[in-house]
């Protein structure tokens, strides 16, 4: 998962954005999911990003910043 920036600053593809508050993935935030990688690789995705989630978590937890 990355962010681009096109020269001005503005973020690229802003409209694939999924911002996930306080480590929970919301039900708009899995509809989002699912649009943005489809029906077919969905859970794939999904499972993806909770894991990304959950070591984001754990390593901001581990230097105490969480």
Do not use: P, Q
Not at 12 to 22: C, F, G, L, M, R
Not at 37 to 65: F, H, P, Q, S
């Amino acid at each position: 998962m990355s962010i681009s920036f096109d020269d001005n600053g503005d973020i690229i593809n802003s409209d694939k954005i999924i911002v996930i508050d306080e480590f929970l993935i919301s039900n708009d935030n899995k509809e989002m999911i699912k649009k943005i990688a489809g029906k077919d690789n969905y859970k794939e995705a999904l499972k993806e990003i909770e894991d990304r989630v959950i070591d984001t978590k754990k390593g901001l937890e581990k230097e105490g910043l969480y």
